[in-house]
């Protein structure tokens, strides 16, 4: 159920749509005419922008009122319609585009989004989404940030290491974190991108753990440095298990009421965070000033189950590419039973939340899910997947992920635009094809992911002429604890070599195939950035039955029109009701 209000006394309409133009876009528009009677059309954009009403309406119009200056609609319509030219409404639809008028159609066809007089615009906006809540009871970290933008820091990530306000001295000293609230400042919703707070783990009973707590107490009293350069202390890489995620356009997030994440070192030493926050100054603005602050909520009041969360994808590394101009192009970062194997229980663990990451390019997301020769339904699939907009989204019901099973993230990009090719990492113009899963009892693990095998790339493009190809599988010089030689031929590097790659002379479907289809090599990290010891360092595709929806999903309008008696007379009276109340509010509304 949705209310459309506009200032206006002509005609409103509301769509939804992936690219934010209308073309492709689901479209409901209403309007009052003088008589005092509302309408309403259900329509589609086709190619050039041109609307169309669709041959079936499924929005009922609930309420429309028209007063001095405003137009008031209220409609309602299934979240699933199976119709070929709407939109299911999903929690993964990011985008809608508005338009108004200030004159009534004269008819149909006169309505468009572009002519002169319609006021018209788009936002970035979930209906399944709501307000996180407010949390009672808890207590608060309160963390602030000022970070300043120098004129060349066109995408930077910072890197500032915390201490927890607070120590478990005794059990009963343990908390849980159960959500947070973010506050934007000066500058920070058009400069900052993400930012992701990792527990600092670290061995206790390692000799030199008491060392690394107190370089880490150190760190925290300074401002930090850029994350995974030449300077950024060693220590910091042992900062690898996430807490806390945030992105663009999420005001909070809440822990299922069964659910918290452990804050405090059971050894009774501080706890220590790392606050990673990528910054972006496209424009190359002098100076400029980044303030944001996120309350971050705890109580002693412990949870049912301690949960994690676990980084699966493609890994960061040289070996994941994006030719250019790829209208669709395919990567897979598998996380496999050799990994899952090492840290999860033989019952399972159950993911509840899901956050996908990828950059500027990617187009669509998914993370499948085998097990035991089948393929099951996916976690998740976001086939309208937006950098700009990266909600966590929680799952309609939790999934059990056992140890034998195998998850591949997928991810889709459009390179069309970029003439050279696309390599991973953190920069602008670099990519990444990660998922982030949210899940309990938590686990030592802390990444599960692959990337493509060097001996597939020296294959497909010959780089066996380059010294050191082996280490296209380090994320890295930055990212690793060496600084090893990237591979190279004299002053040529790897990422060099590929861009001088004459493409056309290339089978891209087969080069495609071999790169999503072919062996791909393991990375699967404890927490404190301690390998696994896996008995598989490679992965492929499963041997599975695809998964297929099921028929019968999306029912008929036949099918919908042969609904019993008595559900037909339920919801009658619902509608009938819920148009009476809302009647009855908009009355007092405008009489107020």
């Not at 066809?109 to 307000?131: A, E, M, P």
């Not at 597939?456 to 600084?483: C, M, R, W, Y």
């Not at 195939?513 to 404190?528: K, Q, S």
């Not at 029912?555 to 819920?578: A, D, G, K, M």
């Amino acid at each position: 159920m949705i209310q459309m209000a506009a200032e206006t006394r002509g005609w409103v309409s509301l769509g939804l749509s992936p690219g934010g133009k209308v073309t492709g876009a689901d479209l409901i528009t209403g309007w009052v005419d003088g008589a005092g009677q509302g309408h309403i059309r259900d329509q589609h954009g086709t190619q050039g922008d041109v609307i169309e009403t669709d041959d079936h309406s499924d929005w009922v119009l609930l309420s429309a009122v028209e007063n001095e200056t405003h137009t008031v609609l209220v409609v309602s319509r299934q979240l699933n319609t199976c119709d070929v030219h709407d939109l299911p409404f999903l929690d993964t639809i990011k985008r809608i585009i508005y338009a108004y008028s200030q004159e009534d159609p004269t008819n149909v066809s006169t309505i468009t989004y572009s002519n002169q007089g319609v006021k018209n615009g788009s936002r970035y906006l979930s209906f399944l989404l709501g307000d996180p809540g407010e949390v009672r009871g808890a207590s608060v970290w309160s963390l602030n940030f000022n970070h300043t933008l120098g004129k060349k820091s066109r995408r930077i990530t910072w890197c500032k290491i915390e201490k927890f306000p607070q120590a478990a001295e005794k059990e009963e000293d343990r908390v849980h974190y159960i959500g947070f609230d973010f506050h934007h400042g000066e500058n920070s919703e058009v400069h900052l991108k993400h930012v992701a707070i990792y527990e600092c783990a670290g061995d206790a009973n390692s000799w030199t753990y008491h060392q690394e707590r107190a370089r880490l107490d150190h760190y925290s009293s300074q401002k930090g440095h850029a994350c995974y350069s030449h300077d950024t202390p060693s220590d910091y890489s042992k900062c690898n298990l996430n807490v806390i995620l945030w992105t663009p356009r999420t005001k909070g997030v809440r822990e299922p009421e069964h659910v918290g994440v452990p804050l405090l070192s059971n050894d009774g030493s501080p706890s220590y965070f790392m606050v990673e926050a990528q910054y972006e100054n496209s424009n190359s603005m002098p100076n400029v000033n980044v303030q944001w602050k996120m309350d971050v909520y705890y109580t002693r009041t412990l949870r049912q189950y301690e949960s994690g969360i676990l980084k699966v994808g493609s890994t960061l590394n040289f070996a994941m590419l994006i030719p250019p101009g790829q209208k669709t192009w395919k990567i897979a970062g598998h996380c496999p039973d050799g990994c899952l194997n090492e840290a999860v229980p033989n019952s399972g663990i159950k993911v509840y939340q899901v956050l996908l990451h990828a950059h500027s390019l990617g187009t669509a997301m998914r993370i499948r899910h085998f097990r035991d020769g089948e393929e099951l339904q996916p976690i998740i699939t976001d086939d309208y997947y937006d950098t700009n907009f990266q909600p966590i989204l929680s799952l309609s019901e939790e999934r059990t992920v056992l140890p034998t099973d195998h998850l591949t993230t997928e991810c889709v990009y459009d390179s069309s635009s970029r003439q050279n090719s696309t390599f991973s990492g953190y920069g602008d113009a670099d990519e990444a094809c990660l998922a982030y899963l949210f899940y309990y009892p938590r686990v030592s693990l802390a990444e599960c992911s692959s990337v493509t095998h060097h001996d597939v790339i020296k294959a497909e493009f010959h780089t066996g002429e380059l010294e050191d190809e082996e280490n296209l599988l380090l994320q890295s010089p930055l990212l690793e604890p060496i600084n090893p030689r990237l591979p190279r031929k004299g002053d040529v590097f790897f990422q060099d070599y590929i861009n001088a790659l004459n493409w056309s002379e290339f089978d891209m479907r087969n080069i495609q195939e071999d790169l999503y289809r072919g062996p791909h090599v393991t990375r699967c990290l404890l927490t404190a950035g301690i390998p696994a010891q896996v008995s598989k360092t490679t992965a492929e595709f499963p041997e599975a039955y695809e998964y297929e929806e099921l028929e019968g999903q999306c029912p008929s309008i036949l099918q919908r029109e042969s609904t019993s008696n008595s559900q037909v007379t339920r919801t009658s009276r619902c509608v009938l009701l819920t148009t009476l109340l809302f009647h009855t509010i908009m009355i007092l509304l405008l009489w107020l």
